[in-house]
């Protein structure tokens, strides 16, 4: 198993340009995950959801984040216009919701740097 | 949501020592705890965990108590080794679904 997958791995754009990261989770799990990660404000948990539904966005931070996920094997984050402020390592992660394993498994981030 | 405070944020013991880790959380109904370990430049992974009708569970050198009256839990590692320096966080959840809310995390150094 490849593990969740998350492209690109490092991101440098400039303000006010759009940013899409991408996550493919583990096959099999059925919950997915995005978190953003700073040293001001640790691991905060964005959006997640369940069987491909969005369950609980109230931690994405303002209407410049969108999240999608069109199928079982792929999300997407989005960012537009993208901030200086929004320079943090962003982490997808899955789990199998089923079989009562909550364990989440991460991917290797996108490090975003917005200019 | 869920608020889970972490103490201290930073712990430096002697190879050998005993560290521990500190945790709250403010939702009574959470019930799902775990811990995660994070390497300098690597992606967080679970270490340990447990759920709210265990007050202790042990693996190795690791170690969780949970007291829900107090709303709070602990990470109790012995014999550290240098590679137990890492970043580790703590989180509780479960309470309306399988999402959990990390700590602010604990940098934890294991002195040679």
């Known amino acids: 198993d490849a593990g969740v997958i998350q492209s690109p791995r490092h991101e440098v754009t400039e303000m006010g340009q759009e940013v899409t990261l991408r996550c493919k989770p583990i096959s099999g799990h059925n919950s997915l995950f995005w978190y953003r990660q700073t040293m001001m404000r640790g691991l905060e948990l964005l959006i997640y959801?369940?069987?491909?539904?969005?369950?609980?966005d109230s931690g994405m931070p303002e209407d410049r984040f969108s999240a999608k996920m069109p199928n079982a094997s792929f999300s997407t984050l989005k960012i537009q216009p993208s901030e200086p402020r929004d320079s943090a390592v962003y982490f997808c992660?899955?789990?199998?919701?089923?079989?009562?394993?909550?364990?989440?498994?991460f991917g290797p981030g996108t490090r975003l740097t917005v200019t | 949501g869920e608020n889970v405070e972490q103490h201290p944020s930073t712990l430096s013991v002697q190879e050998g020592d005993s560290a521990v880790i500190k945790c709250t959380y403010s939702d009574s109904a959470s019930n799902y705890f775990p811990w995660y370990k994070q390497e300098l430049g690597k992606r967080p992974q679970l270490i340990i965990d447990?759920?709210?009708?265990?007050g202790e569970k042990k693996d190795q050198r690791i170690a969780v108590t949970l007291n829900k009256t107090a709303k709070h839990f602990s990470l109790h590692i012995t014999e550290t080794q240098p590679e137990d320096s890492a970043v580790y966080f703590c989180?509780?959840?479960?309470?309306?679904?399988?999402?959990?809310?990390f700590g602010t995390g604990t940098s934890l150094t294991v002195i040679p």
């Open positions: 989180a509780a959840g479960g309470n309306t679904g399988n999402q959990f809310y």
């Open positions: 992660a899955s789990s199998p919701l089923a079989g009562g394993s909550w364990e989440q498994y």
């Open positions: 959801f369940n069987n491909n539904v969005p369950i609980d």
């Open positions: 447990i759920r709210s009708n265990v």
